[in-house]
Nanobody, 122 residues
């Protein structure tokens, strides 16, 4: 059973920084793409940033230049460094990982973490 466990959320003032971490555990031989999504109250879940197994990253326009995504394949972790935070970044942040069955490359199954709250005060 694969699980994603997130950590690092909290309350911060505008302009501050937070670092979110997500660790995948279970019977895992490889992880394809990993990333973070967020959902603010009354809004749909949206992509924040993703990173491929090759290290290519993609960011939402709203976070470009402020957020940095990285992964550590040895530890099956993905980290989101969030700088210059704004009140509009307030949301529940969810980790996502695309993981194939153990020993295989496909198909990919999408796994989600339980979510971590990020609140940015003005």
């Amino acid at each position: 059973q694969v699980q994603l466990v997130e950590s690092g959320g909290g309350l911060v003032e505008a302009g501050g920084s937070l670092r979110l971490s997500c660790a995948a555990s279970g019977k895992i031989s490889s992880i394809n793409a990993m990333g973070w999504y967020r959902q603010a109250p009354g809004k749909q879940r949206e992509l924040v940033a993703t990173i491929t197994s090759g290290g290519s990253t993609r960011y939402a326009d709203s976070v470009k230049g402020r957020f940095t995504l990285s992964r550590d394949d040895a530890k099956n972790t993905v980290n989101l460094q969030m700088n210059s935070l704004k009140p509009e970044d307030t949301a529940v942040y969810y980790c996502n990982a695309q993981i194939p069955p153990y020993g295989a490359s496909y198909p990919l199954f999408g796994y989600w973490g339980q979510g971590t709250q990020v609140t940015v005060s003005s």
